[in-house]
């Protein structure tokens, strides 16, 4: 094809990309190529915007580590996690709901027996998670695997400190025999996602906050039932109205009790404040697909 203009372009496009034998990578090309050319047009795009846009994507795959995920927190930051999460887990009333997966999330986190300090000796006030996994019918989940992960009480991860030797603030449990599991750490609080990089930029260029409310992350899985990717937000956090990822569940967010002193739930005496937080986690089963409307 030869001299294509902005009138033509596109369908040159399409129709080079149609000899794929790849039916859904065909359909969701179509539809980028169609999207993306017509942002371009209805902007008026011009050369220096899309230098700065070929630079700042650039940017975002520099950045990029075994430990930072830019293009996750970009994602998040566009709102375009939690789009793709609501269309991908309709869950029935009554399942926990599922909210952002986070740039934080690492493959070979520890796996600790229950009741155990995942926290690992990092500094903060002594919280002790406990609740149980059922199905949406009530039916308890045995033996369910439950990974945590959370930030400290300053607002970093383990993998934000490179001097580390272990992780800290992170482990794979998995419930008992009746659903039920409990572990202890501390309590984390708001935090800003990392914005020393494009991301940042952006949301500075935008006039936009880079924090979240507090919280603790949590993937559950069971046989038989959907994979659960979650938060549990701490009530009377910060930001609950304007998470910088969007990840916000009224649902998610729970009471997280403070304790002046007294006995913990592990057994120990407290002379100081601790926290606990009670919460359950009803999953969807595998089979119950929920059609759009």
């Not at 940017?59 to 709102?79: K, M």
């Not at 887990?89 to 009741?115: I, M, R, S, W, Y």
């Not at 025999?177 to 996602?193: R, S």
Request: glycine letters at 6%; charged letters at 20%; one cysteine or more.
């Amino acid at each position: 094809m030869k001299n294509l203009d902005e009138r033509t372009i596109t369908q040159a496009v399409i129709e080079r990309n149609s000899f794929s034998s790849n039916e859904r990578l065909k359909d969701v090309m179509l539809s980028l190529v169609q999207h993306l050319h017509s942002f371009a047009r209805e902007v008026q795009l011009t050369e220096e915007e899309w230098e700065i846009g070929i630079n700042f994507l650039t940017a975002v795959g520099q950045i990029c580590s075994p430990t930072r995920q830019e293009f996750i927190l970009l994602s998040d930051t566009l709102g375009l996690s939690t789009l793709v999460i609501a269309q991908n887990h309709k869950k029935p009333l009554g399942c926990t709901e599922a909210t952002v997966f986070g740039p934080f999330h690492v493959q070979d986190a520890p796996h600790l027996e229950l009741g155990s300090n995942m926290s690992e000796g990092v500094k903060g006030t002594p919280w002790f998670v406990s609740g149980a996994i059922k199905g949406i019918d009530g039916q308890i989940i045995p033996n369910a695997e439950i990974e945590a992960w959370q930030a400290d009480d300053e607002g970093f991860y383990d993998v934000q400190k490179p001097d580390l030797e272990k992780y800290q603030g992170r482990a794979v449990f998995h419930a008992d025999q009746n659903g039920k599991y409990h572990f202890q750490t501390i309590v984390p609080e708001a935090y800003p996602i990392p914005h020393d990089g494009p991301v940042g930029k952006m949301l500075e260029a935008l006039n936009r906050h880079p924090w979240r409310p507090a919280h603790l992350h949590f993937m559950i899985s069971a046989p038989g039932y959907e994979r659960l990717v979650t938060h549990v937000f701490k009530d009377e956090s910060a930001y609950l109205d304007s998470d910088a990822v969007f990840g916000v569940r009224t649902s998610l967010i729970a009471q997280w009790i403070k304790h002046e002193n007294g006995v913990a739930p592990n057994g120990e005496y407290h002379s100081n404040p601790f926290y606990t937080l009670e919460f359950d986690f009803i999953l969807n089963k595998e089979q119950v697909k929920v059609e759009a409307a």
